[in-house]
């Protein structure tokens, strides 16, 4: 075993396992006797398309060819791709926004006109000739308007507005009798803050008798379901648990009472947190500390039993024919497209997201760590370096990457993940913080960041930077914060607010709250006003919290990078960050890349990014990296630094 510096360490994952057979498995969804998904392939800049297997066997078959491009952009976002029912497949074509309608092995047939219409959470119902879809509609001047359509299946174009006056509505669920259920809600709330599930009578070109039946202020209730005609399941946090309920001849009962989480929050259409079997059962994803699982609730009785192995499980879920799938997350292996055998209770792998490129003695495993913050304990992940090939030096310590994750109404979840195994194969520990404001441990937890964005999340990473430095699994003068979107923005606020770390790595980062508050897209465009303040009447707050209003007290060299096309967060962000630390003389590279948005999908673009990485690390923190990534431009920082 050889000897040296962390951080130096030559690993068995290379640049081009970071995307090469790299697959984003997604949206699995089983009909009859087939099951289908969603395929995404960085090497095809990110493409999107539906796929479909015997459920019991057979080879899959891509039904969707190149260039067609199976997503959509609701909420920018997107989600709620398509929807399957009875072989007839409807999804969205992300270059047109247009719905298709693909049957069998035909060719897809558009059965929504040209215009500037977004789709998403699809339901297709052949029996009735239509298929129920969220409509974002870009046709006026002002914000998009989105309403629940019916679109006809016969190609003819129609689509008829079924549900419209909320600000945002989601999960058109239609029973058998013609009832729909679905949820709405209003800016400036976000749908994990206050929601309504709301149920009415199709009839028609309209719907009639329109109710509410759960939510409100205070309340998010997600994801209704259909248990038969005259019985309702949803998702509700009013105990500040999102726990299953079901409501009945006007009452509404919980299913099952913990202190768990049924879903994660919507921040994507088309999510599955759990499905009905029969009358008496329900597949469910949970949530604990987020750690995910999956159980079969039995409603009589309340019971749930585990189907997946303890730190194995899934966002969403399908059923149907004695089966359920999921796309699995494991602790030491690439996420899996998996089948269930009801019965049997035994899974069966269908699909991997990538190759098992590293051996189970170099993977390392996320250990739960907590320290104490200002509002209470502070969750987090801790990755330690491993290398069978390698140890470092004795007396030493590895550098640290500590990660604020994005949302910032997310969460870091304790999955395999190939670009964390990719650094601590190399010699450094990784530092994963669900900060206060992060989902998975309750409403009240969440809440934590209520007006305290940039303050609650920033002393959360700070403090739990520290306390790996103090703890011995960290060298204290070798931390490094990175972070993407709101957590490039947690990035920032730390390097303007404090000097604990020797490094900042920014992913379209926000530098700008006032930009963000007026430059950004409708479903976020009021997000601020819970995390930070209304606008414009606390101006003086936003700006006391931009980052690049106070880039005078930038205490660390900054990598910048940004897609050229990002509709997020702007460019000019990070452009603007990047002036200021000229000027102040600080080390500042920022890399653009054209045809990127809100997160980078290409192949090329992960490459030279996590290159670039590498090399600012290398640079910054004083390392040799074993990897040949090349040279990229730092300015300011001294040729012999």
């Known amino acids: 075993m050889a000897i040296a510096p962390y951080g130096s360490w030559s690993s068995p994952i290379s640049l081009d396992d970071l995307t090469a057979g790299s697959t984003t498995l997604s949206a699995a969804r089983i009909d009859g006797d087939d099951l289908y998904w969603l395929e995404a392939h960085p090497e095809q800049a990110g493409r999107t398309s539906l796929w479909r297997r015997g459920l019991r066997s057979g080879e899959p078959v891509e039904l969707t060819p190149a260039p067609a491009y199976v997503r959509d952009r609701v909420h920018e976002y997107g989600g709620g791709e398509y929807g399957v029912r009875a072989g007839v497949v409807v999804y969205s074509e992300l270059t047109d926004g247009r719905l298709y309608r693909l049957a069998g092995d035909g060719q897809p047939v558009p059965i929504t006109p040209e215009g500037p219409f977004r789709y998403a959470d699809i339901a297709v119902h052949p029996e009735l000739g239509l298929a129920l879809a969220v409509r974002e509609d870009h046709s006026g001047g002002d914000e998009p308007v989105n309403t629940i359509v019916s679109v006809a299946l016969d190609g003819f174009g129609i689509v008829t507005v079924l549900c419209s006056g909320a600000d945002f509505y989601a999960g058109p669920q239609l029973a058998a009798d013609g009832q729909l259920a679905w949820t709405q809600w209003n800016h400036p709330n976000m749908p994990w803050d206050s929601t309504a599930i709301m149920v009415g009578t199709l009839a028609g070109r309209s719907v009639a008798d329109v109710r509410q039946v759960a939510g409100g202020p205070g309340e998010s209730a997600v994801q209704p379901r259909w248990l038969r005609e005259d019985a309702l399941l949803f998702i509700s946090d009013r105990t500040n648990w999102w726990n299953l309920y079901r409501w009945q001849d006007g009452d509404v009962r919980p299913v099952r009472a913990e202190a768990a989480e049924y879903c994660t929050p919507q921040w994507m259409f088309g999510q599955q947190a759990y499905l009905v079997i029969d009358e008496d059962h329900l597949l469910c994803t949970t949530c604990r500390n987020t750690v995910l699982g999956i159980g079969l609730l039995t409603l009589s009785t309340g019971d749930l039993e585990p189907v997946t192995a303890d730190g194995v499980g899934a966002l969403s879920v399908a059923v149907g024919a004695g089966k359920a799938a999921a796309v699995l997350s494991d602790p030491d292996r690439p996420p899996t497209l998996a089948v269930l055998d009801l019965e ?298």
């Open 344 to 641: 049997t209770r035994r899974w069966t792998d269908v699909r991997q997201s990538g190759p098992a490129t590293v051996a189970p003695d170099a993977v390392s495993v996320a250990q739960p760590v907590r320290w104490a913050g200002e509002q209470g304990a502070v969750h987090g992940w801790f990755y330690p370096p491993l290398n069978p090939e390698f140890n470092a030096p004795e007396g030493t310590s590895p550098p640290l990457i500590t990660l604020s994750h994005g949302g910032p109404t997310g969460c870091s979840f304790p999955d395999f993940k190939i670009s964390y195994q990719f650094w601590t194969t190399r010699g450094y520990a990784i530092l994963d913080v669900n900060y206060g404001g992060s989902s998975g441990f309750g409403r009240d937890y969440r809440q934590r960041l209520h007006g305290t964005w940039g303050i609650t999340d920033v002393l959360d990473c700070v403090t739990g930077a520290r306390a790996m430095g103090e703890q011995g699994l960290a060298d204290p003068t070798r931390l490094t914060i990175k972070g993407g979107s709101a957590g490039g923005y947690t990035t920032l606020r730390a390097l303007t607010e404090t000097d604990v770390f020797a490094a900042g790595i920014s992913l379209y980062g926000v530098g700008d709250l006032e930009t963000l508050a007026t430059d950004t897209h409708k479903f976020e465009s009021r997000y601020l006003d819970t995390l930070v303040g209304p606008y414009p009447q606390a101006r003086g707050v936003y700006r006391d919290r931009s980052p690049i209003e106070h880039l005078d007290r930038l205490s660390a060299p900054i990598l910048l990078l940004q897609g050229a096309d990002d509709k997020v967060v702007p460019l000019s962000q990070a452009e603007l960050l990047a002036d200021a630390a000229r000027r102040k003389g600080l080390p500042v590279c920022l890399l653009i890349f054209e045809g990127e948005g809100h997160g980078f999908r290409m192949a090329e673009t992960i490459k030279v990014s996590t290159r670039a990485q590498i090399y600012f690390l290398g640079r910054i923190l004083g390392f040799t990296p074993a990897d040949d990534v090349g040279e990229f431009t730092i300015e300011n920082l001294a040729a012999g630094d």
